[in-house]
């Protein structure tokens, strides 16, 4: 089972900063499957980011997806006071789909 | 835009059965394309990824519930299903059900989730 670990676990940050979440995978994921989602208290998470960098339908462009391997970034360029939220990775290549634990972004 | 849309037995007795059901509207499960996974959420914690059904019936499950879990459909319904036998409290957890694009494996179609809650 692939096991990803992201960092940090919570990110403090002031509206317009510029966050960076990383997510690192115990083995090389196939076929670039990383995908980044977005979790808002009491909600149902949301996909951001499919294939490390591609875009989900309606995500703004302030998000962005790198890396490859075994190392991998969600990049948010600009927060807006809704995107302090958690935020997870997910690895498709292999199964089991694993999670990693996340990384919360709150207000600095 | 389709839509998914879980329900189930919100309290569950511990060694009992687990049974949800996830309504699928606005695409069938059976057009291919497409996978459907569930994933749950103890409270408090992060995502688990439990497995995912193809159209086909093939299943996966993750390792770690593969004795107790069954994932099925009802295609003439266009429901899913899930059963988890021997139910304990580390199975509370709110349940989700996902569509998965065949093309990229990444979860993009929620519903909005059930609690479950596993005590006496």
């Known amino acids: 089972e692939i096991v990803l670990t992201q960092s940090p676990g919570t990110l403090s940050l002031a509206p317009g900063e510029r966050a960076t979440l990383s997510c690192r995978s115990s083995?090389?994921?196939?076929?670039?499957?990383l995908a980044w989602y977005q979790q808002r208290p009491g909600q149902s998470p949301r996909l951001l980011i499919y294939g490390v960098s591609n875009r989900a339908t309606g995500i703004p462009d302030r998000f962005s997806g790198s890396g490859s391997g075994t190392d991998f970034t969600l990049t948010i360029s600009r927060l807006e006071p809704e995107d302090f939220a958690f935020y997870y990775c997910q690895q498709c290549g292999t199964s089991p789909h694993t999670f990693g634990p996340g990384t919360m972004v709150d207000f600095k | 835009q389709p839509q998914l849309q879980e329900s189930g037995s919100g309290l569950v007795r511990p060694s009992q059965t687990l049974s949800l059901t996830c309504a699928v509207s606005?695409?069938?499960?059976?057009?291919?394309?497409?996978?459907w996974s569930w994933i749950r959420q103890a409270p408090g914690k992060g995502l688990e990824w439990i497995g995912y059904?193809?159209?086909?019936?093939?299943?996966y499950y993750t390792p770690s519930l593969r004795s107790r879990l069954t994932i099925s459909a009802d295609k003439s319904k266009n429901l899913l299903s899930l059963k988890l036998t021997s139910a304990t409290a580390a199975d509370t957890a709110i349940y989700y059900c996902a569509r998965v694009p065949r093309r990229d494996f990444a979860l993009d179609v929620w519903g909005q989730g059930t609690l479950v809650t596993v005590s006496s």
């Open positions: 059904f193809y159209e086909s019936g093939y299943t």
């Open positions: 606005g695409v069938s499960i059976s057009s291919g394309g497409y996978s």
């Open positions: 083995q090389t994921i196939n076929n670039n499957c």
